[in-house]
C-alpha cells in the first residue's frame, strides 16, 4: 500500500509564497507520475499541476508563471512552490500520484491520494 503525506499548507497573505511537499511512502516500484489538486468550498477538484517520470510538467492556466512543481524520485517527493499567491488560490490542496508495482510477476499501476492540506490566502 502507498501513502501520500502532504505537508506545507497555511495561511497566509496575498502576494506572499508557500511551499507544499507530499512525501509518498510504501511499495514502488516505479513513480509514474504526481500532481497537485485542489478544491475549493463549492467547487470542484481541479488539476493545478503535474509532473510525469518524463520531466514533462502541466500546469493550470491560472496558476502559470507563479506555481512550480517539483520532483525529486529518489525521495519519492513531490513539492508545489507557489507565489503571488492570490484569495483564489484558496482551497484544499491534495497530491495525486500514479505508481507502478511488481504483483505475482506483473507490472501493475495505480492511483493515490493525499488526505490534503489547507492553503488559505487572505486579501
Known amino acids: 500500500q502507498v501513502q501520500l503525506m502532504e505537508s506545507g499548507g497555511g495561511l497566509v497573505q496575498a502576494g506572499g509564497s508557500l511551499r507544499l511537499s507530499c512525501l509518498a511512502s510504501?511499495?514502488?516500484?516505479?513513480?509514474?507520475?504526481m500532481g497537485w489538486y485542489r478544491q475549493a468550498p463549492g467547487e470542484q477538484r481541479e488539476l493545478v499541476a503535474s509532473?510525469?517520470?518524463?520531466?514533462?510538467?502541466n500546469y493550470a492556466d491560472s496558476v502559470k508563471g507563479r506555481f512550480t512543481i517539483s520532483m525529486d524520485a529518489a525521495k519519492r517527493t513531490v513539492y508545489l512552490q507557489m507565489s503571488s499567491l492570490k484569495p483564489e488560490d484558496t482551497a484544499v490542496y491534495y497530491c495525486?500520484?500514479?505508481?507502478?508495482?511488481?504483483?505475482?510477476?506483473?507490472?501493475?499501476?495505480?492511483?493515490?491520494w493525499g488526505q490534503g492540506t489547507q492553503v488559505t490566502v487572505s486579501s
Open positions: 495525486n500520484g500514479e505508481f507502478s508495482y511488481w504483483n505475482s510477476g506483473t507490472l501493475r499501476e495505480f492511483d493515490a
Open positions: 510504501g511499495t514502488i516500484f516505479r513513480i509514474n507520475k
Open positions: 509532473i510525469l517520470r518524463s520531466g514533462s510538467i
